[in-house]
């Protein structure tokens, strides 16, 4: 099984600040990494797919990268409604999908 | 707009097997480009992926589940089915269905809490 590896698991951060949330796989999964953000009560929402594509509609603040077994989400100017979880999710080429641990951004 | 939503039962016994639908509206459940997956969420924790349909009926679930899952589709009534046998407190948790797309996850229900509990 390909593992998954999210950190930090808390992010303290300011309004306006730059933010980076790292994934790390077991083994090669380039390009099947995708990012979602999670406030309590609500369903999940994509944020990035395929790594790096941002999803028709979420602010150009977000961006990801990466390749291999190593993925960034950033996050640029924070805004208030930017703190919530964050997830990565990863396909493993095979049948298998997983979810990171995921990271609780708050506000400093 | 592409709408999901959850229905079946919010309260079980331990043993008893979930059994929860998820109705799509707004796109194709038999369009070849997607698949519908299953995800949950226990309290407290992250989240977790249960299984998968494809376009053809083939179903994945997470290993960790076991022969416990199944996934079908109903493409009469534009809606997937997932049945969890032999139920523990463990799986207590917010169950969401998904439509999948390019092997991410872009459309989701609302939720729905189960609660396993005698």
């Known amino acids: 099984d390909v593992q998954m590896t999210q950190s930090p698991s808390t992010l303290s951060a300011s309004v306006g600040d730059t933010v980076t949330i790292t994934c790390r796989a077991s083994q090669n999964i380039s390009p099947w990494l995708a990012w979602y953000q999670h406030k309590p009560g609500k369903a999940p929402e994509l944020l990035i797919y395929?790594?790096?594509n941002l999803r028709s509609g979420v602010p150009s603040r977000f961006s990801g990268s990466g390749s291999g077994t190593e993925f960034t989400l950033t996050i640029t100017r924070l805004q208030p409604d930017d703190f919530a979880t964050y997830y990565c999710?990863?396909?493993?080429?095979?049948?298998?999908?997983?979810f990171g641990q995921g990271t609780n951004l708050e506000i400093k | 707009q592409v709408q999901l939503q959850e229905s079946g039962p919010g309260l079980l016994r331990p043993s008893e097997t979930l059994s929860l639908n998820c109705s799509v509206s707004?796109?194709?459940?038999?369009?070849?480009?997607?698949?519908w997956g299953w995800i949950r969420q226990p309290p407290g924790k992250g989240l977790e992926w249960i299984g998968s349909?494809?376009?053809?009926?083939?179903?994945y679930n997470d290993p960790s589940l076991k022969s416990r899952v199944s996934i079908s589709v109903d493409t009469s009534r534009s809606q997937f089915t997932l049945k969890l046998s032999s139920v523990t407190a463990a799986d207590t948790a917010v169950y969401y269905c998904?439509?999948?797309?390019?092997?991410?996850?872009?459309?989701w229900g609302q939720g729905t809490l189960v609660t396993v509990s005698s």
């Open positions: 395929k790594a790096s």
């Open positions: 349909i494809t376009d053809y009926g083939t179903t």
């Open positions: 999710q990863l396909y493993d080429g095979y049948s298998i999908y997983t």
């Open positions: 707004g796109t194709s459940i038999n369009s070849a480009s997607y698949y």
């Open positions: 998904a439509r999948q797309y390019l092997r991410s996850f872009d459309f």
